[in-house]
T-cell receptor, first 117, second 113 residues
Framework: EAGVAQSPRYKIIEKRQSVAFWCNPISGHATLYWYQQILGQGPKLLIQFQNNGVVDDSQLPKDRFSAERLKGVDSTLKIQPAKLEDSAVYLC???????????????FGAGSRLTVL | AQSVTQPDIHITVSEGASLELRCNYSYGATPYLFWYVQSPGQGLQLLLKYFSGDTLVQGIKGFEAEFKRSQSSFNLRKPSVHWSDAAEYFCAVGGGATNKLIFGTGTLLAVQP
């Protein structure tokens, strides 16, 4: 099966500019995640979607970050305006999980590396 | 609060030597535990997972991990390391109503010839 697709792979912007990342999950996967991975740290969950509804966005800096998942498939993560500390790899993941408790395996994309100058 | 601790930031082993990467977790209920590997410029690849049952789980690339509830640990092992195993390894815990996955800070593995 095709994996999780992300684009662009690399992006360099200046602070206060905006950027958008796109993710296409594995076909049929109901749950989609965006993680932020700062150099030297583990991935941190920004937002979790179940179909096109938000399940968890408690760690999303909502004053500058936004995300949507229209039609419950593709997703876009936007940063506006960007700050220096937003330099990181943004990882998208998806899973079959359709809600409720139970074992859940995430498949990750290759990530989008953002550098803010 | 849920958390994962990987005490070793960086480990160097010789090729052919055995490997153990440590992982400790804090979780209020029965955890689901995972090890992922990340090569430079790549996303995270699942090595193995523990959901229930046998506490010794086998994964890909010859890795295994043992769940020890009494020690809140899920250490990753490999009997003989290959140069291609050089990468960063992340332990993660998941579960609960949203199945949120929480990662440790990672252990960077270097392999000497």
């Amino acid at each position: 099966e095709a994996g999780v697709a992300q684009s662009p792979r690399y992006k360099i912007i200046e602070k206060r500019q905006s950027v958008a990342f796109w993710c296409n999950p594995i076909s049929g996967h109901a749950t989609l995640y965006w993680y932020q991975q700062i150099l030297g740290q583990g991935p941190k969950l920004l937002i979790q979607f179940q179909n096109n509804g938000v399940v968890d966005d408690s760690q999303l800096p909502k004053d500058r970050f936004s995300a949507e998942r229209l039609k419950g498939v593709d997703s876009t993560l936007k940063i506006q305006p960007a700050k220096l500390e937003d330099s990181a790899v943004y990882l998208c993941a998806s899973s079959l999980m359709r809600g409720g408790t139970g074992a859940n395996v995430l498949t990750f994309g290759a990530g989008s590396r953002l550098t803010v100058l | 609060a849920q958390s994962v601790t990987q005490p070793d930031i960086h480990i160097t082993v010789s090729e052919g030597a055995s490997l153990e990467l440590r992982c400790n977790y804090s979780y209020g209920a029965t955890p689901y535990l995972f090890w992922y590997v990340q090569s430079p410029g790549q996303g995270l690849q699942l090595l193995l997972k523990y959901f229930s049952g046998d506490t010794l789980v086998q994964g890909i690339k010859g890795f295994e991990a043992e769940f020890k509830r009494s020690q809140s640990s899920f250490n990753l092992r490999k009997p003989s390391v290959h140069w291609s195993d050089a990468a960063e390894y992340f332990c993660a815990v998941g579960g609960g109503a949203t199945n949120k996955l929480i990662f440790g800070t990672g252990t960077l593995l270097a392999v000497q010839p």
